[in-house]
């Protein structure tokens, strides 16, 4: 049998075809297309026609962070979801709302964490507080390990009383009789 083999039989020195001239651009149209439709945020955004409202809008969607991306501003991100919140403000913005409203409008509907800088409440104080009460908690760690080290180390180089040199005196010449 001389014919070509299924590539899906693993033979040592099989070698996989060529890709003829057409193979490949259609490859390239392939590759073309997932890059068109792996980035259909900026696609979608529709400006608003007033500048002045586009420029307010710009300036909020900086503050907002991306639900997807999570440590991302929604005008950064390429996720679906940051397109559709960057069209709810525009939206909002073009009904006449101010940009306290839209702030408030986004946080009511999906919390502070939608803020890229959230406010310091009874519910947000171990995000703002978190990192410096971990120091804190670390390098009194670190303290009372070195304290209880320093103090293994005193105690092995203090003087034996009476007794104990008495015992130790003993066993040794209990062992150089041996």
């Given at each position: ?133 971990l120091l804190v908690i ?41």
């Amino acid at each position: 049998m001389s014919g070509p083999r299924p590539l899906s039989t693993c033979t040592p020195g099989l070698r996989a075809p060529r890709f003829a001239r057409g193979d490949a651009l259609v490859l390239i149209a392939v590759i073309f297309a997932a890059l068109l439709l792996g980035f259909p945020a900026f696609a979608l955004d529709k400006p608003l026609d007033d500048p002045a409202l586009e420029a307010r809008a710009i300036e909020l969607n900086k503050e907002l962070r991306c639900l997807v991306c999570q440590n991302q501003a929604i005008s950064e991100s390429n996720a679906p979801l940051a397109a559709d919140l960057r069209q709810v403000v525009r939206d909002r913005i073009a009904a006449g709302d101010s940009d306290q409203q839209v702030m408030n409008y986004l946080v009511e509907r999906y919390g502070d964490w939608v803020l890229l800088d959230p406010p310091f409440k009874l519910n947000t104080w171990a995000l703002w507080l978190g990192p410096a009460l971990l120091l804190v908690i670390g390098g009194v760690g670190v303290r009372v390990w070195v304290r209880r080290q320093s103090g293994r180390n005193d105690t092995a180089q203090t003087a034996l009383s009476a007794d104990e040199q008495a015992r130790l005196t003993r066993l040794l010449e209990q062992d150089g009789q041996r």
